[in-house]
């Protein structure tokens, strides 16, 4: 129920425009605290004209009373009726002028129109100093109280047929001579549904000829058109608000508590995938910005309607799917091409890096390996005293890694020669990070290195109390990396100082990612953490089911990573909130990628995913003979990737 | 605490304090990184260590803790004013500064609300005062008592927003059990270290000021700021519109109510400003801007801008909160 905030005056509730679910069927606006306290009822038993005796009151609005009644001019059989009743709440006279015409308004317009789904007018008048309006009493519910009981969204087939049929009493009303009637408070508590799923328009008291001259009704906020707020309405206005009712029933998501005019960036499909693409295209049209661009008119909607697979199914007595299941992940999934496959001696765990074009790999062979990006031939490789899980990272001319033998070694991009070791208290499984010339790297032998790239020298180191084996990320004057003791530390990246610490509660092998202030780790705590990137506060958290050992990855608006549970989460980054999610069914520690708005990850099934990073679908698999723990590397529309089968891939992107 | 903590590090001033001298100046790129000084790198390099290749022995001496910067010394001033028109006062405001001990030095928490309320029949006052009393409630159980015992690790997003929802809850379930129809905004900014988390619902606003301006924060939630957003309706139009401050959301009058969360770093900001739209819909933000930046004192800031609304006719209740962040 929306409030009124009135120029000059205590701020007071707005009597016209919302609605209170199912209290009101007959359409007058929304019952509201300041006018029930004023409002005058009549009981049961008082008799109108002589004629109409009250019977119960069936709803209350802004200006007018609905009743329940009786005509007692048929004595054998009851004809019931609704009996509405204009009261003056208003104080002042304009107001109370106005209110009167346009309550006179409506009942003219009731009486000169003859249509199934327009409610019929049986009498006028005055009485007592009121005025009374008999109309039809129409037997159902509205569609508000429809949606609030299904508490969810409603079935397409008999939305989509109800479209249908809205469209044909707006076509009736816009083609009404000489000038078109208006509706222009199309809204779910504005239709009435009756027991045979026949719609019935209610409350036409701000339906109006067509005048081409400003005024200022604007219907109900959060279905009106952006139109109706500069005094225009046309029959396009209509279908805008019937459109906006369509995408309220279809997803049960509430235009009057979401943003004005955001139904572009709430698609209908994204809210409930369920929909058919050709009805969200129809409603999706009529929900246009700009007038011009939706449909031309009631009819031209009604046709498109007809043209969609829900109700041309239904029309050829066929029953319509309501609403097509998720289709299962079949082992026949698309595929992508192999470009080459590099063999190894034992598991490539490592990370691939490209650059200088070559790929850059670690395996457990001890060797780091340098291949050939386009065609995968063997290059070198430089043999360590231990396996390598580390990724390498190219800075200049120098490829470095960290080896199970507890030392970083730098070799030469061409040929391999080794330009200089650094060597730590033990295995080096976190991966280099390179700013300019400093290298920042841990190690199980729980400190953290900034080392000079150019002579392989610390500079600076810090301890922690457990292995370090998240890698490190590089912003502003801050470094940041995750503990095995479980805290995320930011350190100043000139000296290593401690900018600030903050636990999580169990350790952190995911490495950080910086975007929008935050700092973006996962922990095995099963939390991802957005972390401020000033004082480490958590600004939010987002929980999975397991272990997030895999290290996000920030595109665009989102955020991306996989977890121990199977699942490959895209987070949106300003409120931590899931966007989808892919479910492999296995675990998934490597880390995802994403180049041109798809997502690149492998998981312990031994495939490698590629996913579409606007909707979480499927678009190819690749499968290795090995679990995936690697992460992709991305260039030049491939993919390379290691697997624990001893090879190294390169897949078509 | 638990015993996995490592023990203290030993704290020792870093070597070289400088600063500057480290980082070359220019360059200040938008990604926020920022190009090395190599010579003093290299400089450092040689300083600390001349053998290439060799293990370093596992001591301690090498490891040091940062001096942090100061907490912004913060100092923040509210008023709330009748106008000249309403007989009603319907605005509510809360204000909290508190230091927290941090390991790495200590940090500053502030909570400032102002909550406008609206509904007849006292409605209005109940819901603003009942807004602003949830918010710090739930903030100071879930996060300064906490953060006092040196233990913050809940979603400071989700805090906010919770703390906000608990206050609808609050609202729609007293308003219900009185049959009464009542409504507030509500904008509660956070300041925790040098961030704000801002949970905000309906047109009362929270600006940034810093040397480059004043900025609005927050979005109003009327479907006619929104027009005027969306560059449809200019704002000379929209003064008139009959729905100008007819609110889409507001506290306490669904049961669920969608909150927005701003975070925002304060960065180089000096002041922090929350504002009904009794004063900002008296004057414009370089109004504003200028009397929060003239003068110095944010108890007579604040006064100048409540005098300001009050002079332009005061048709409004009026709140505000000025924060001095330096």
Known sequence: MALIKKPGTTKGIDLNSSSNAGSDPQGTAAPGAGGRAATPVMQPGVILQGRYVIEGTLGIGGMSVVYRGRDLRFKDVVRPCAIKEMYQSAPDSNTRLLNLKNFEREAGLLATLQHPAIPKVFDFFEENGRVYLILELIQGKDLETVLDEAKGPLPEERVAHWAVQLCEVLSYLHNQKPEPIVFRDMKPSNVMVTPDDRIILIDFGIARSLVRTRGTVIGTEGYSPPEQYKGIAEPQSDLYALGATLHHLLTASDPRTETPFTFHERPLRQLNPQISPELAAVIEKALSYDMTTRWASADEMRLALLQTPTLRGSQSGGTAPAGKAALPRSSNAPTTDLVWRFVCEDEVRSSPCVSHGMVFVGCYDTNLYAVDAGRGEFRWKYATEGGISSSPAVWNDIVVVGSEDGAVYACEVRRGALRWTFRTGKPVRSSPRILERVIFIGSDDQHFYAIDGLRGSQIWKYRTWMPIRSSACIAGESVYFGGGDGFVYALNIKNGGVRWKQRTQQPVISSPAFAENMVIVGSMDNMLYALDSEGGWPVWKYRTGHYVNSSPFVFGTRVFVGSVDGNLYAIELKNGKLAWKYDTGSQITSSPRVEQGRVYFGAADGCVYCIDAANGSLIWRYETQGPVVSSPAISDGVVYIGSLDHALYALRA | ?326
């Open chain 2, 1 to 326: 605490m638990s015993e996995a903590m490592p023990p203290e590090q030993p704290s020792e001033p870093a070597p070289d304090q400088s600063g500057s001298a480290w980082w070359s100046e220019a360059g200040d790129e938008s990604d926020g990184t920022r190009p090395l000084d190599t010579r003093a790198v290299i400089a450092q390099a040689d300083m600390h260590d001349r053998r290439r290749g060799e293990t370093e022995p596992l001591d301690d001496d090498t490891t040091r803790r940062e001096t942090p910067p100061p907490p912004p010394a913060i100092t923040a001033a509210a008023m709330r004013h009748i106008g000249q028109v309403r007989d009603t006062n319907q605005d509510a405001i809360y204000t909290l500064i508190s230091s927290i001990p941090r390991e790495t030095g200590d940090a500053t928490l502030g909570l400032f609300v102002v909550a406008d309320g609206m509904g007849g029949h006292e409605g209005g006052e109940i819901a603003s005062r009942m807004a602003t009393a949830a918010v710090a409630r739930r903030v100071i159980a879930d996060l300064l008592v906490p953060a006092i015992e040196g233990n913050v690790n809940v979603s400071l997003q989700a805090l906010m927003v919770e703390a906000v929802q608990e206050a609808n809850r609050a609202i729609w379930e007293h308003a219900r059990q009185i049959g009464s129809d009542m409504g507030t905004t509500c904008t509660a900014a956070l300041l925790l270290g040098r961030s704000l988390y801002i949970g905000h619902v309906g047109d009362t606003r929270a600006y940034l000021i810093d040397p480059g301006g004043i900025h609005q924060l927050t979005t109003d939630h009327s479907a006619v700021g929104r027009l005027i957003e969306m560059g449809q309706l200019d704002p000379g139009e929209a003064r008139d519109h009959p729905l100008r401050s007819q609110l889409y959301r507001t506290v306490g009058q669904h049961p669920e109510v969608a909150v927005d969360l701003v975070f925002q770093p304060i960065g180089s900001a000096t002041h922090l400003l929350i504002a009904s739209d009794g004063l900002w819909g008296c004057m414009t933000d370089e109004a504003m801007l200028n009397i929060v930046q003239g003068i110095d004192s944010p108890q007579r800031a604040v006064r100048a801008l409540v005098d300001a609304a009050n002079r332009a006719g005061g048709p409004d209740n009026i709140s505000a909160i000025l924060v001095r962040l330096v």
